[in-house]
């Protein structure tokens, strides 16, 4: 299984990005997947995850309502919609598959199995 996680950038308080995860080597369609960030000098943390089939998702407090996770039926490639980005928000994002199939992956990074190199997110305020 490989992740390749892209879409990061540099961008402006407000503005938006989208983050693609594109999966390969596996049967994408039996995992959820999850997005983590990782900021300068802590410790990465839990963003959003999709369950395998796009159904249920859940957010950190801290992204609620801005973040939209999507993961569709077709193709291989999960979306982490970010609106009204903070400079907080300034990571580096990284997608991860769980070792269980057909579930809602847990906010654990040691619920996951594999890991994508992660992209930058700049947020200037």
């Known amino acids: 299984v490989q992740l390749q996680a892209s879409g990061g950038g540099l961008v402006q308080a407000g503005d938006s990005l989208r983050l693609s995860c594109t999966y390969s080597?596996?049967?994408?369609?039996?995992?959820?997947i999850g997005w983590f960030r990782q900021a300068p000098g802590q410790e990465r943390v839990f963003v959003a995850a999709?369950?395998?089939?796009?159904?249920?998702?859940f957010y950190s407090d801290s992204v609620g309502g801005r973040f939209t996770i999507s993961k569709h039926s077709e193709g291989n490639t999960v979306y982490l919609q970010m609106n009204s980005l903070k400079p907080e928000d300034t990571a580096v994002y990284y997608c991860?598959?769980?070792?269980?199939?057909?579930?809602?992956?847990?906010?654990?990074?040691?619920?996951?199995?594999?890991w994508g190199q992660g992209t930058q997110v700049t947020v200037s305020s």
């Open positions: 999709v369950a395998w089939n796009g159904g249920s998702k």
């Open positions: 991860a598959v769980p070792s269980r199939v057909w579930v809602l992956p847990g906010r654990r990074e040691s619920a996951y199995n594999y």
């Open positions: 080597g596996g049967r994408f369609q039996n995992y959820g």
